[in-house]
């Protein structure tokens, strides 16, 4: 059994920088898709960035490209998402998933096994 635990989330301005970390438990990250999703008051949860298991392959959302970017420390067993230039409308619960024995880089929802609990990112312009 995975467990995620999230951190790095806080109050930031606009134009701020902040890099959120996923820390799992549990388990290897070795063999396991990891991904970033945000969940604003009233909205749905959105993806925002995933990675393959080698950390060579990734994909961002394209309200976040060129802003966000995910990496992912295997021997560390720790997935990141560094956002720059911070926005008011980024603001919302990140959360990281897991999806243990898939290589690809997954986008939605439903192909994630494992979820962290989520860290609050909010940005004040």
């Known amino acids: 059994q995975v467990q995620l635990v999230e951190s790095g989330g806080g109050l930031m301005q606009a134009g701020d920088s902040l890099r959120l970390s996923c820390i799992a438990s549990?388990?290897?990250?070795?063999?396991?898709?990891m991904g970033w999703f945000r969940q604003a008051p009233g909205k749905e949860r959105e993806f925002v960035a995933g990675?393959?298991?080698?950390?060579?392959?990734?994909r961002v959302t394209d309200s976040v490209k060129g802003r966000f970017t995910i990496s992912r420390d295997n021997a560390k067993n720790t997935a990141y998402l560094q956002m720059n230039n911070l926005k008011p409308e980024d603001t919302a619960v990140y959360y990281c998933?897991?999806?243990?024995?898939?290589?690809?880089?997954?986008?939605?929802?439903?192909?994630?096994?494992?979820w962290g609990q989520g860290t609050q990112v909010t940005v004040s312009s």
């Open positions: 549990g388990g290897t990250l070795s063999y396991t898709a």
């Open positions: 998933a897991a999806r243990p024995g898939n290589v690809a880089v997954l986008t939605t929802v439903r192909e994630y096994s494992y």
């Open positions: 990675i393959n298991w080698r950390g060579d392959s990734t």
